[in-house]
Structure formats: C-alpha cells, structure tokens
C-alpha cells in the first residue's frame, strides 16, 4: 500500500461493485476517492464504510470532466484510475508498489482483459487492449466526453500484470449503456462541428465490422467474436445515425 497514490473511481450505482473495487485499490493504495454521480442505491454507503472518500458531481454527460474533478480532491502526489466493473491482478499491484518507488516522472498503461456475456476475449473488438491509468497528478487531464482520453507529455511505460474488466453481464446491459454513449458521442461530435451523410454511416459502420472480424482476428473466438463483432457494428451504426439525425433536426 502506497500512502502517495490515491486510487479514483467513477460510480452511479454500483452497488454491486463497489465493495471488491475499492478493497483491490486498498492492496495500491492508502486513499480511494469515488466521484459519485448520484447514485440511488447503497453505493456511497458502502463506499464510506470500506474505507472510501466519496465526492460528489452532478452527471452531465461528460466522463472527462469527472475524471478531471476527481483530480481536484486528490491529495497524493500520483493517481491510479480504477472503472468500478475493474480488478486489478496482483502482479500489477506489485508492478505498480515498484513504479512508486522508482519516482520516475512517467505516465504508466496497463493491459486490459476484457470478460463480457460469460467469455474471455482474446481477439476482436474486445481484444486485449492497453489503457493508460497511472500518472502524477498535475501532469494529466482528460479530453472527450465519452471514450475519454488523458493527456500527459511524460514518457510512457508498460506495468506487468492485468486490469481484469468484468463488463455487460446481460444484453440489456450493453444495449442500454450503447445507447447512451451513441447520444453522448453524437450530440459531442456534432458540437464540435462533425457532420456526416447516410452512406457514411453504412461505411464507418462495415468498416467497423470488417475490423474487428477480419483484421483483429474475431472470427478466432467463434460465434463470441462474431455477435461482439456485430455489437460493434450496430454500435457504429447507432452513433453515426443519431449525428445525421441532428443535422437533419438543425436544417429543419
């Protein structure tokens, strides 16, 4: 446990999370910040009692933004960003004591294994992927709305070890949370002056597919990487149209 790292994670109800997230943080990290969006079941209370520091931001549609907010109340010289559905292996919990103690000025990522309708991707849109989490607290902030990326100059390194992602147990669940990230990624792109046409939407959106079946081997993973595949390309789908529908709402 490093009493220079604070482990944030973002939650709205997570009731069913929050308890095992925040006690793998504890294995990193002496402080746990959650930036609570208003959750409505017994997430914050369960927070609280594990430990957590809990700090509240309205939910306006803007991931980056709450990742940034978070920044604010840290009081560590580093952060480590943990999603409440993530797990964090042991071997990275001892590769991340070991970058602590190196006190190097880098931004360290971390591989991702992605769990989703009871499989373990390895190929596909799901595939394996790195993901940067684990920086000097005034060396990063976050950009985008939805799919948000930090921002920092420092060098990059590779931390052994995984992020375990236990996503979407249920297709309600990756439908729902599709479609609210479509909205958010339309309504963003459109503001800042993106515009597209409907053979547009139908390329992007084959594209999508033939990239995650082909290019990314999905089709090595069987009838999972088929239907994620599919996923991806109703996902694209989705995000692209409801852009053209609001062009066609501000023309009219």
Not at 97 to 107: F, G, L, R, V
Not at 113 to 139: C, S
Request: charged share 25%.
């Amino acid at each position: 446990m490093n009493n220079n790292l604070t482990v944030v994670v973002l939650t709205k109800n997570e009731e069913e999370n929050i308890v095992a997230v925040v006690q793998n943080a504890k294995k990193v990290a002496a402080e746990v910040l959650i930036v609570d969006s208003g959750s409505t079941d017994k997430t914050v209370q369960l927070a609280e009692e594990n430990g957590a520091k809990v700090v509240y931001r309205a939910w306006d549609n803007d991931f980056a933004a709450q990742r940034n907010f978070a920044l604010q109340h840290v009081k560590t010289e580093w952060v480590l960003y943990l999603d409440a559905d993530e797990r964090m292996t042991d071997d990275l919990c001892c590769a991340v004591e070991k970058a602590m103690a190196t006190k190097a000025q880098k931004q360290y990522s971390i591989m991702r294994k992605i769990h989703a309708f009871g499989f373990t991707y390895k190929h596909g849109i799901f595939k394996p992927d790195e993901v940067l989490r684990l920086f000097p607290v005034n060396k990063v902030h976050w950009e985008n709305k939805v799919h948000e990326r930090p921002v920092c100059d420092l060098p990059k390194e590779k931390l052994a070890g995984y992020i375990e992602h236990y996503t979407y147990d249920s297709w309600q669940q990756w439908w729902d949370k599709a479609g609210h990230y479509t909205t958010i990624w339309a309504e963003d792109n459109f503001a800042k002056g993106k515009r597209t046409s409907l053979a547009a939407c139908f390329a992007h959106s084959a594209y999508g597919f033939l990239r995650a079946y082909i290019l990314q081997l999905g089709f090595i993973d069987g009838w999972s990487g088929l239907y994620s595949s599919l996923q991806h390309f109703i996902y694209t789908m989705m995000k692209y149209l409801k852009l053209y529908e609001l062009q066609k709402a501000k023309s009219n």
